[in-house]
């Protein structure tokens, strides 16, 4: 089974009669839904209060899970697999350094430490296949 990348080369995807369109707008939509559901579900947790500040820091949890799943920052390249796998040991790390009372500087550290190592083990497999 071929992958067809849709949103590199759309043109191709239209000379092989592909509906290109169609699939970029379903992916889109099931991205759209599962953020809204992730938006229901963490708002739940917060018991229903809506605090802005609330996720600050987030995203360097999420681009740290992404990057020790395998997948690359230069994009192209991961899996759905891998990503769960990063996101349980970030979630393991995140959640040692609050048993053993790191203060939340030192925890970003340490995501910033393990993103730096992932992203010099993704540079040298790259290195390997050019």
Request: net charge positive; aromatic share 6%.
């Amino acid at each position: 089974m071929s992958v067809l990348p849709v949103s590199t080369s759309p043109q191709s995807a239209r000379a092989v009669n592909f509906a290109a369109r169609l699939v970029e707008l379903i992916v889109y939509l099931i991205g759209g839904l599962f953020s809204g559901m992730a938006g229901v579900i963490f708002f739940a947790r917060l018991g229903g209060i809506g605090q802005p500040t609330e996720a600050i820091g987030y995203e360097l949890f999420v681009i740290a899970a992404v990057a020790i799943g395998g997948a690359s920052l230069l994009g192209g390249r991961g899996t759905i697999l891998g990503t769960m796998i990063g996101a349980l040991i970030i979630t393991i790390l995140r959640n040692g350094g609050v048993k053993m009372g790191w203060p939340q500087y030192t925890q970003e550290i340490v995501m910033g430490a393990v993103i730096v190592v992932a992203v010099v083990i993704d540079d040298l497999r790259n290195k390997d296949r050019a």
